[in-house]
């Protein structure tokens, strides 16, 4: 066996090892109206190690790198990412012996440049979201090195049949509750990876649930979704970690049935409002999904429907300290979360 060989053999190992350390995670009840008659849950991917959802995708990235042959042990890796995906990514790098590059826009938040940057790798900084792709490609042409690339590999890295992936996770925590088989799965796309991956596992378990994909303001998911164009742009999102500003090629509308497009305001008041309700801090996508799941729960509520949604809490709080959780900075983007607000506390209080 090569040297090279051995080493991919023991990160391989190490990878699975880390895994095992970790317990999965939660899966909390959100409190709703009674009335309704509608159980609302939320995944809690910020108690991965590395603080988000990107950490299961940034283990399978760098599992499909290895053993596709393209990580060694000197590999230098990049990655073009608003954040969240860099720093799971950072961490493995550094859990592997490797440096690793992230492209980040300017936009984003300090906090996650800091934590990228606190695993040992280093970012570098483009005007814009559309700038990262080539970039990233550029600094592994130049250092002979591989571009994990996220947006590409994210629905072909992830096994959608199983293997404790996401789907596989929410299924088996629901299976003692009153209604085990979701209606919903509400989730946000930034790669596309995540849907494409829950709608997959549904499908090919013969499970009834539907997906549906909650949107941000300046993306182009929806659009891409409703016409079936994949050569579509937008002007991109500002809610970090989802919205794309072209269609990725992880997105797979085709196994979607639904895209909502929720504006910015009342994504960043949801998020104030899951906080209040479940008392964790989670970052604005978490809102984006929260709208779009309270909306279907009323639309099987006022139906008669009874049954389940499940959504996803994405990433921790902690990371937008100085942005969405800044009144001032929210107010310098001309967002007014007030009337969302009071609205989305009206409709959780109000009973039948």
């Not at 980040?104 to 570098?124: F, N, Q």
């Not at 009206?346 to 039948?352: D, I, N, P, Q, S």
Request: aromatic letters at 8%.
């Amino acid at each position: 066996m090569t040297s090279t060989r051995a080493w991919v053999n023991q990160a391989i190992r190490k990878l699975h090892a880390d895994a095992t350390r970790s317990a999965d995670t939660h899966l909390l009840q959100f409190p709703l109206p009674s009335s309704w008659g509608v159980d609302l849950y939320v995944k809690d991917e910020s108690s991965h190690p590395t603080g988000s959802l990107k950490h299961r995708l940034a283990r399978s990235l760098f599992l499909y790198g290895l053993v596709g042959g393209r990580i060694g042990p000197e590999t230098t890796l990049t990655e073009a990412s608003s954040g969240s995906t860099a720093i799971s990514e950072a961490y493995f790098a550094r859990l592997l012996g490797l440096p690793f590059i992230a492209v980040v826009p300017e936009s984003t938040s300090h906090r996650k440049i800091e934590l990228i940057e606190e695993y040992g790798a280093r970012c570098a900084t483009v005007a814009s979201a559309g700038e990262m792709y080539a970039e990233a490609e550029r600094i592994a042409a130049e250092t002979h090195g591989y571009y994990l690339d996220q947006f590409g590999n994210a629905s072909v890295a992830t096994d959608w049949r199983g293997n404790n992936n996401i789907a596989c996770s929410i299924f088996e925590q629901l299976a003692a509750e009153p209604h085990p088989e979701p209606s919903w799965v509400v989730v946000g796309s930034g790669t596309g990876g995540t849907c494409a991956t829950i709608a997959r596992y549904a499908r090919y378990h013969g499970a009834h649930t539907r997906i549906a994909v909650a949107d941000p303001e300046g993306s182009v998911n929806e659009q891409a979704w409703r016409t079936g164009r994949r050569d579509l742009t937008a002007c991109g999102s500002r809610i970090e970690g989802i919205g794309r500003p072209r269609v990725e090629p992880s997105f797979l509308p085709q196994v979607v049935d639904l895209v909502r497009t929720v504006p910015d305001a009342a994504s960043i008041a949801a998020m104030h409002v899951v906080h209040e309700r479940l008392g964790v801090a989670p970052g604005p996508s978490t809102g984006t999904n929260l709208v779009v799941a309270l909306e279907l729960a009323e639309q099987m509520a006022a139906s008669g429907e009874r049954g389940s949604i499940v959504t996803l809490l994405c990433d921790r709080g902690e990371r937008y300290a100085d942005t969405y959780y800044c009144p001032e900075w929210v107010s310098s983007l001309g967002l007014d979360i007030e009337p969302f607000l009071g609205e989305l506390r009206a409709r959780l209080t109000a009973e039948a």
